[in-house]
């Protein structure tokens, strides 16, 4: 598990397999621009990032799809994205603004 | 969020953990009655009750850099998540969770009684 700063599609793609054959769970603090990815639960990329500094409110669970493109490439699914408190009670984000920003921050990271 | 209810979350972060604990595992018991009775939105309701108490002690918990309890409570969050709101992926059984609360609230009804 670790904070992306930057990184290539194929070293995306490369991070596959540890814990899921195509897929890797990512955790987006979209206050602070911050992407975490690479763990078996959305749950452990978020305490990681609690631990941190980030707010609660501010994340948001992901899997990123790398070798999909287009609306496959990230899907905005997580037990952790369940908060009735803000409005959110499906574990998809419903705020169509809100997943622009986490697709945002995603595509910033990668070169 | 009113300000009886922002006094209350405040009160809640102070209780002591177990005490914490135990004020969820009454809404996770009030849900698993009701998903037993197949009444969706009770259960919904109660697991958000059952949220917002969680999330109150994670807050708590990051606040005073708890690490293990941080994980932890993050854990026990996505569990309960998975269980009634969701397939039940990680094959909760339902009554190996509620006892899991229940230790808590019997450590705390201990402490109390000292």
New interface residues.
């Given amino acids: 598990m670790k904070i992306i700063e930057k990184i290539t599609l194929k070293e995306l793609q490369a991070m596959t397999g540890e814990y899921y054959d195509d897929m890797i769970k990512g955790v987006v603090d979209v206050r602070n621009g911050i992407l975490a990815l690479n763990a078996a ?4 990329i ?2 990681f990032l ?2 941190g500094g980030s707010a ?1 409110e501010d994340l948001w669970g992901i899997n990123i799809f790398p070798f999909l493109e287009g609306e496959d490439f990230i899907v905005y699914e997580s ?2 994205n ?4 803000q409005n959110n ?1 499906s ?1 998809i984000v419903q705020d169509g603004n809100l997943k622009k920003q986490i697709a945002k921050i995603v595509h910033s990271k990668i070169i | 969020m009113t300000r009886s209810r922002k006094t209350l979350q405040e009160r809640f972060e102070q209780m002591p953990l177990a005490e914490q604990m135990g004020n969820i595992g009454s809404e996770v018991s009030r849900a698993t009655y009701f998903k037993n009775k197949n009444n969706p939105e009770q259960v919904f309701n109660c697991i958000a009750r059952a949220l917002e108490l969680t999330d109150s002690s994670i807050k708590a918990a990051q606040k005073n850099k708890l690490r293990g309890t941080l994980k932890e409570l993050c854990l026990m969050r996505e569990v309960m998540c998975d269980y009634f709101l969701g397939n039940n992926e990680y094959n909760i059984n339902i009554k190996s969770f509620q006892n899991y609360f229940t230790q808590f609230a019997i450590a705390a009804a201990l402490k109390k009684g000292k």
């Avoid at chain 1, 639960?41 to 452990?44: A, N, V």
């Fill in positions: 639960l959305h749950s452990e978020k305490s609690l631990d609660q037990l952790i369940i908060r009735p408190a009670r574990n």
